[in-house]
């Protein structure tokens, strides 16, 4: 151990052994207490015992540089880069500065990139650790990065974080490290006493009557330093502003701080003030760009004496985060203008002297507004759409109104950044000034990001009312195709979403608009089965052709939910599944929670309930890590629950769903939660209210343009909840209806459904139920026994039911058997039940009747092979009357009235063998 550690000896211990266990540690305390001495001797301990180690130590500079921490973690991973997947191998690159292009990097690639580097090292054998010291001054692309890795490694490296805390109650630790984990190990706090940092925010709250925003406040948080008075004083000072600081400007300072830093300023020498205040304005003050600034070699002396900075070999720190900020906060206006301009002459990074130009210039300046939009380009690629936004938004400011074009341009990209950040607000509040600011086509196009960011905020009313603003706006052309690929896919109705769509795909080009047209042919075809056309299965080979492999984020999923309709399983399953590996190539969550959505549904409907489970499981992990509503996979999972017996949860699913539904006016929910409720009521043996609910399901439908449901498959549930009621008028519509789905458009489910549907209306009405028996047979028979298995099973119910009402009690039997057993091979708790009481009505069969001594055996074999009762009794010498009697046994144990059927039973396998059961056989 290093000698600063005298006194720590058992904390490190403490540290150490819970790395070793696998818990992550984080260790606090004051500003200079230690912590980053301990981080260090436990980061040399990892080595010492022949770890891996992944490290970073950001300083405050480095905040504003994107993925600057990131790279110095994953540098000792450079060689796994090139076994990555491309969009992940891209992400690295940029990351580690191995690459350069134009094309635009997903931040949600470069998490998924640090997650797989990470797990390969992980795999490599030795332990890993990675280790970050003064996490609060993580860039935050680098932070949400390694916050997605982490919540998702299983197992988890070695984790060890420093940060500086004031210690009087523990705050929500970083990167997400005391995040619920199945399986995960709570993190270890290490604290170096005392104080906390989390507690700033209470002590600030419980002291100012002002409030301020979130983000504000982590702010003050990061430069207090664990001092709460020096943080009162900050947030003091803001809620004296006119209005709070933004993300690139300074936090205020108190005054008593900055007149002790004033203080000491003026007793410097003037070329030290000098280079003290160009360190200050320095993202990264390194000694070669004061330097090139004219910082002579010797002005650092006086500055490192009185205790304001430190001088390293290649780079100046200040002693405490808040005093390059203070220093900067004395700098007279018209002084700092021109220490801004001086630094943009001198470095020679075009990111630096960017941010150093968007600082000095206050007039429009057609050459500082390019190089800053080039900045601002940079940064979108490299997968920091934040930190272009702000660039882009300052280029647009700074850009001459002769220039109006490239101006508007830079607004859009501004607008653009925000949404791919994820920021919603910020992204619709840019909008929303684009959308004032901006004449014309630029504002069409404003008006259409407006309309995207409702979309993915689900507000389709908003969604709807600004795309269509954004048409009127377009007046025609490439923009207004693109405008109507959009309204295709917020439209729910299929009238105005075909028109879109045709307008769409008469407007957009094969080339330089391959993906929404790809998504245009696609959702026409889909609305154009909504809307009861016949499916024109040519515009789906069309858009599949064009799409080349690249599935259209807009309406990628289409074929599948096709695929998923027609009952054709394994080709919905196998695009959906390689739809999910290329989203998790990207790092798109939001993505892969629609995929996931998705196969548990295909697998529902395959009756793969282990399979579904799983993926229902995973889309309701994600969804609430994303933050979404979770409502198609919490659907699904009570549509699973209702299918096992657990009416219920299933039922509290549908009663949830419907009352969101109706608060929210949200039609497609009501419609799949309605079909829920139906479903549960009617498994509990409540067919009014089943069939009530399948009949407001059916209006909400009639009412909506939809002709062809595509996904929801109700009728057959809907016509025996009208039997069961006695409603045979209604139950006669369902099924004309149903009738017409069928012709319209033949699937497995319809023809299943129908020939169910059509025994129970026949029962019911008193009609002699065997040529629809039959039919039911050939349609069950025509189905593959892995194509809707649970339907399958359906028919075999409905059948045993129809022929115990027809008093064919041994072909009830058989088919109720042969139902119970298909039910519980699924996994089918309440149809198996349901099964099981009809089964009960008719008199089960008991192992022990039904098994045959071997006495009895003899007689009925000899007898199925026409002799008769006396040459029985010789052969076998015994009487005619214990013939007889053996034969009456045989009889009523295997369920038969004549010697007729003795052949054909006998020679029926049972319990699995080709033999009837024999007592001596057991």
């Not at 009952?567 to 995929?595: F, N, S, T, V, Y």
Request: glycine share 10%.
């Amino acid at each position: 151990m290093e000698t600063s550690l005298v006194g720590r000896d058992a904390v490190a211990d403490r540290a150490w052994r819970a790395l070793v266990a696998g818990a992550p540690v984080l260790v606090e305390g004051r500003s200079g207490i230690g912590k980053t001495a301990l981080w260090r001797a436990l980061v040399g301990r990892a080595e010492w015992a022949g770890w891996s180690t992944l490290t970073c130590a950001p300083a405050e500079a480095e905040v504003a540089l994107p993925f600057a921490a990131l790279a110095d973690l994953l540098r000792p991973l450079a060689a796994a880069v090139p076994a990555l997947p491309p969009p992940q191998r891209a992400a690295a690159e940029m990351v580690l500065l191995a690459a350069s292009g134009d094309e635009v990097i997903d931040e949600r690639a470069v998490g998924a990139a640090t997650r797989a580097l990470i797990e390969g090292a992980l795999g490599a054998g030795a332990p890993v650790l990675l280790a970050v010291d003064d996490a609060p001054w993580l860039d935050p692309p680098s932070e949400r990065a390694l916050r997605f890795a982490l919540r998702r490694l299983a197992p988890r490296p070695a984790v060890l974080v420093a940060r500086r805390t004031d210690g009087t109650g523990p705050a929500a630790a970083p990167l997400g490290l005391d995040d619920d984990r199945p399986g995960g190990a709570p993190v270890t706090r290490v604290a170096l006493p005392p104080l906390d940092a989390g507690s700033l925010h209470h002590i600030v709250r419980a002291r100012l009557d002002g409030a301020l925003s979130r983000p504000l406040f982590a702010r003050i948080v990061r430069d207090a330093g664990g001092n709460p008075l020096l943080a009162i004083e900050m947030a003091r000072a803001a809620l004296r502003l006119p209005r709070p600081p933004g993300p690139d400007e300074d936090l205020p300072v108190p005054s008593s701080l900055r007149q002790l830093l004033a203080d000491a300023l003026r007793t410097l020498p003037a070329p030290t003030r000098d280079a003290v205040r160009l360190a200050a304005l320095l993202t990264v003050p390194t000694l070669p760009d004061l330097a090139a600034a004219g910082v002579p070699e010797g002005a650092w002396d006086a500055a490192e004496e009185a205790g304001l900075l430190r001088v390293a070999p290649d780079r100046v720190g200040f002693v405490h985060p808040s005093y390059a900020a203070a220093v900067r906060g004395g700098i007279p206006p018209g002084v700092r203008r021109r220490l801004h301009r001086t630094l943009a002459d001198a470095v020679p990074d075009p990111d630096e002297r960017a941010r150093q130009l968007a600082r000095c210039v206050v007039e429009p300046d057609g050459a500082v507004a390019a190089e800053l939009a080039a900045a601002a380009g940079r940064q979108r690629t490299r997968g920091a759409p934040a930190v272009a936004a702000d660039l882009f938004e300052r280029a647009a400011q700074l850009t001459p109104a002769a220039q109006a074009d490239d101006r508007d341009r830079r607004r859009l990209a501004a607008v653009r950044c925000r949404i791919d950040s994820g920021d919603h607000a910020a992204a619709g509040a840019a909008a929303d000034a684009a959308t004032g600011q901006l004449t014309g086509q630029a504002r069409a196009e404003a008006l259409l990001l407006r309309a995207l960011v409702a979309w993915f905020a689900d507000d389709l009313v908003t969604a709807v009312s600004t795309g269509e603003r954004a048409l009127a706006a377009a007046d025609g052309g490439p923009l207004a195709g693109r405008i109507h690929a959009h309204l295709t896919l917020f439209h729910d109705g299929p009238g105005a979403a075909r028109r879109h769509a045709e307008a769409a795909i008469a407007l957009l080009g094969a080339d330089e608009d391959r993906p929404l047209l790809t998504a245009s042919l696609l959702l026409l075809f889909f609305h154009e089965v909504r809307a009861g056309l016949p499916a024109r299965t040519g515009l789906l080979d069309r858009a599949l052709e064009l799409e080349a492999g690249e599935p259209s984020w807009l309406a990628g999923t289409i074929p599948a939910i096709w695929w998923k309709a027609t009952d054709d399983h394994d080709r919905a399953r196998e695009r959906l599944h390689d739809m999910r590996a290329r989203a998790a190539a990207r790092g798109d969550e939001p993505w892969q929670h629609e995929l996931l959505t998705h196969l548990g549904e295909a697998e529902l409907l395959a009756g793969r309930f282990a399979a579904a489970e799983a993926h229902v499981a995973a889309a309701r992990q994600l969804g609430e890590q994303l933050g979404s509503a979770l409502v198609g996979e919490t659907w699904l999972a009570g549509t699973l629950a209702a299918y096992r017996g657990r009416l219920a949860e299933a039922a509290g699913v549908a009663e949830e769903g419907l009352r969101r539904a109706r608060g929210v006016d949200d039609d497609w929910s009501r419609r799949i939660h309605l079909q829920l409720a139906g479903f549960v009521a009617l498994s509990a043996g409540r067919a009014g209210e089943a069939a009530a609910a399948y009949g407001e399901l059916a209006g909400a439908l009639s009412g909506s343009g939809i002709v062809e449901p595509v996904a929801l498959r109700f009728e057959p549930d809907w016509i025996e909840a009208c039997v069961g009621c006695g409603d045979l008028d209604t139950a006669g519509r369902a099924l004309a209806r149903l009738a017409e789905r069928h012709g319209r458009l033949p699937r497995p489910w319809t023809t299943l459904g129908l020939a169910r549907s059509r025994v129970l209306v026949d029962g019911a009405a008193g009609v002699d139920t065997s040529p629809a028996l039959a039919a039911l047979g050939a349609a069950r028979s025509a189905v593959p026994a892995d194509v809707l298995p649970l339907d399958r099973a359906r028919c075999l119910l409905v059948a045993g039911r129809a022929l115990r009402r027809a008093r064919r009690r041994r072909e009830a039997r058989a088919a109720l058997e042969a139902a119970e057993a298909e039910f519980g091979a699924l996994g089918a708790a309440a149809f198996a039940a349901a099964t099981r009481g009809e089964l009960d009505r008719i008199g089960r069969r008991t192992a022990a009747p039904t098994t045959l001594t071997a006495t009895e055996e003899r007689v009925a074999r000899l007898a199925a092979q026409g002799r008769t009762n006396r040459v029985i009794a010789d052969t076998l010498f015994i009487s005619p009357k214990t013939v007889e009697a053996n034969l009456a046994r045989a009889y009523r144990k295997l369920g038969i009235s004549s010697r007729a059927e003795l052949g054909a039973v006998l020679g029926r396998p049972a319990s699995g063998s080709g033999a009837v059961p024999v007592a001596g056989d057991r």
